[in-house]
């Protein structure tokens, strides 16, 4: 059962630059103005949000079954490992929020064990990629009530009024996306995780700091499909804002940052060049980079204080056997978060 729920948060502009998948060159988009904001600083960046319509979110699908890429794997083996225990704690009639739900394959593993869940909404940016797999869900769970929310969680969500009667509300935030943050973006996020799911707990799935030779592999593939995916955010420049970035003099560059615990996911410029984005030059020296991701690596513990200045009140962790990847068990306050 799928409600035709859209609900979108913030500006028109905003709007805008989620349902850009139409084509149309905007010049008024969130994108438009981010991008041209990004490129003017002395360090060229722009959010990793942007990598994300149809074609982006259909390489990070592809990314995600890399034999470099293990984040997926084994995160999904934790929680195939754990799915009866996390069901148990997710009790009858449960709802679920999924931040970032991209294809929603995790969520089958919890789904296909819990006692009647009530409603699965899936929160993701990039609209038409969110509606099929939305729409994949109600087909395969015919009795759960699918209300995809089409919008951008940095911002004010809107979320379905009736909250379940005898169930928790519980959010899911997996793929370690909370390491696309900057930490005071994390504890803004998860402040706000803490406020929507009052009473109700969060399962964070979070990529641990490891032997950077296995992380650099992960963000470097060999097939070269993270390069893609890097340069979606040109290529979508070029489509939905009219600019002209000549795309093979962007060299994928991907390290992992050891003093700051991250990768770094840039794209440099192969050449002196410049660029336009509405009428508007941006010069790139030869070397020079637009810095696209930062991916954070965390340990239990750092999570465990982050999710506490939050107002969460820690529960289980849940690793894989070489302590790659983490799932945590988060317990939302009851009353007022911390602010
Ligand atoms: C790293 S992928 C993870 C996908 C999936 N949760 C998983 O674990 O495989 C990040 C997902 O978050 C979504 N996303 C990124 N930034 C977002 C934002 N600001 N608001 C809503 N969704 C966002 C992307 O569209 C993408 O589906």
Not at 1 to 23: F, P
Not at 164 to 176: E, L
Not at 198 to 221: R, S, T, W
């Amino acid at each position: 059962m799928m409600k035709a729920n859209l609900a979108y948060a913030g500006t028109q502009e905003a709007l805008d630059a989620v349902n850009a998948d139409d084509a149309s060159v905007s010049h008024h988009s969130e994108f438009f103005f981010d991008l041209q904001q990004g490129l003017a600083r002395q360090h060229k960046s722009i959010s990793p949000k942007y990598f994300y319509d149809a074609p982006g979110s259909a390489l990070f699908d592809q990314i995600c079954t890399l034999p470099e890429y293990y984040p997926t794997r084994t995160e999904l083996s934790i929680l195939q490992r754990h799915a009866l225990e996390i069901a148990h704690q997710l009790g009858p009639h449960a709802e679920i929020l999924e931040f970032g739900a991209g294809s929603m394959q995790k969520v089958r593993v919890l789904l296909d064990v819990m006692d009647r869940p009530a409603r699965y909404v899936p929160i993701d940016i990039s609209g038409e990629h969110t509606q099929e797999a939305a729409l994949t869900m109600a087909n395969a769970y015919p009795h759960l009530q699918v209300e995809p929310l089409i919008a951008d969680y940095t911002q004010d969500l809107v979320l379905p009024p009736d909250m379940p009667p005898d169930g928790r509300r519980v959010g899911f935030f997996p793929g370690s996306t909370l390491g696309n943050f900057e930490p005071l973006d994390a504890l803004r996020f998860m402040r706000m995780c803490a406020r929507t799911l009052q009473g109700g707990a969060l399962i964070l799935g979070a990529d641990l700091v490891k032997n950077p030779d296995l992380l650099h592999a992960a963000y470097n593939d060999a097939q070269g499909v993270t390069a893609d995916f890097n340069r979606n955010v040109l290529v979508r420049a070029n489509r939905e804002l009219g600019a002209d970035f000549q795309l093979a003099q962007f060299a994928h560059s991907a390290f992992y940052n050891a003093p700051l615990q991250r990768i770094e996911m840039h794209l440099m410029s192969t050449c002196q060049q410049v660029v336009h984005i509405g009428g508007k030059p941006f010069a790139f020296a030869q070397g020079e980079t637009l810095h696209t991701e930062n991916s954070y690596k965390f340990t239990p513990d750092g999570l465990h204080q982050l999710a506490q200045r939050a107002g969460f009140t820690p529960g289980q962790v849940w690793t894989d056997p070489e302590n790659k990847f983490c799932l945590l068990w988060l317990n939302a306050p009851t009353y007022r978060s911390h602010t």
